[in-house]
């Protein structure tokens, strides 16, 4: 079986490996940082360039995973390959979209049937590229899950080197609660969502939230980092106050809570981390381990 990844970044890493350890063979492009690439098991590709490569590899693959960000000029895979896309016949697309689709909710909880109300030029292209590719699926006839990502966390992502260094910030919004994934359930929901498609029991598009059952305000990540590590807990900043940059800032834009209900319940998958407690043990672990 052939899988191709567009933008074989740090969560395609995680999941080549299952994919490779299952038998499958992978190619994920990259902008230039081939030995990467290389070291999770995938054959880069190097892209933009190499078209005549990707088209092969389109027509090929059983499955596609697109972890390419849209830009101002929409989605670059779909750009430059929307009629080979629609010419193939995998059995499975995958596009790795976010929860900030929602936009703000105050806290409060969403799922997949919440109206959509991004609050950032990012999430608005994400919402066209979601459409594009809806779009796409239907007219080629070929089954798509678009899977939004709560934020990602693992190993070399976590808060410890951070806390270690004595650089780490506990900056705090009242009300402010963040939805988290760990790197490791992503790839084990998209090893699930395959598997149901190679059975023949994904049609059409299908929307799923992949995040964890424990959203948490910011702040608790660095405390409960720092217990783990035993050194003190960062004194609380206001985030009013705090200087910080305008990305960073963005990040607390939205606040709501997101629901996984439908990737429990239809694709049957059960989270390794369901917690951030349980997710940090293990960063810890493996940045311990390596």
Not at 96 to 109: E, F, I, M, N
Not at 127 to 154: C, F, H, K, M, S
Request: with cysteine; glycine share 8%.
């Amino acid at each position: 079986m052939e899988m191709l990844i567009f933008g074989h970044g740090y969560t395609a890493s995680f999941l080549t490996r299952r994919l490779t350890g299952a038998g499958w063979t992978v190619a994920g492009t990259t902008r230039g940082d081939s030995a990467r690439v290389e070291a999770a098991g995938a054959e880069p590709v190097i892209w933009p360039g190499n078209r005549k490569v990707l088209r092969d590899r389109i027509a090929s693959a059983d499955a596609i995973l697109v972890c390419a960000a849209p830009d101002a000029a929409g989605d670059p895979v779909l750009a430059e390959f929307a009629q080979d896309l629609l010419n193939a016949e995998p059995r499975w697309v995958g596009y790795l979209s976010s929860t900030s689709v929602y936009g703000d909710h105050g806290g409060a909880w969403v799922d997949e049937d919440t109206p959509l109300a991004p609050s950032s030029a990012r999430a608005r292209a994400r919402v066209a590229a979601e459409q594009a590719w809806a779009d796409t699926a239907r007219r080629a006839g070929w089954p798509l899950n678009i899977l939004r990502l709560a934020g990602i966390y693992g190993p070399g992502r976590g808060p410890f080197s951070k806390l270690r260094a004595g650089t780490a910030r506990r900056i705090v919004k009242p009300g402010q609660v963040f939805s988290r994934i760990h790197v490791e359930d992503i790839a084990g929901v998209v090893m699930a969502a395959l598997s149901r498609a190679l059975e023949g029991r994904a049609q059409g598009v299908e929307i799923f939230n992949l995040c964890d059952d424990d959203p948490a305000p910011p702040e608790q990540t660095i405390e409960c980092a720092a217990r783990m590590l035993g050194v003190p807990v960062p004194d609380t900043e206001d985030f009013a106050t705090a200087k910080m940059t305008a990305m960073a800032r963005s990040f607390y834009a939205d606040s709501k809570r997101v629901r996984n209900d439908r990737a429990r319940d239809v694709l049957r998958y059960r989270l390794r981390y369901p917690n951030l407690q349980s997710g940090l043990r293990a960063i810890l672990q493996a940045e311990d381990d390596a």
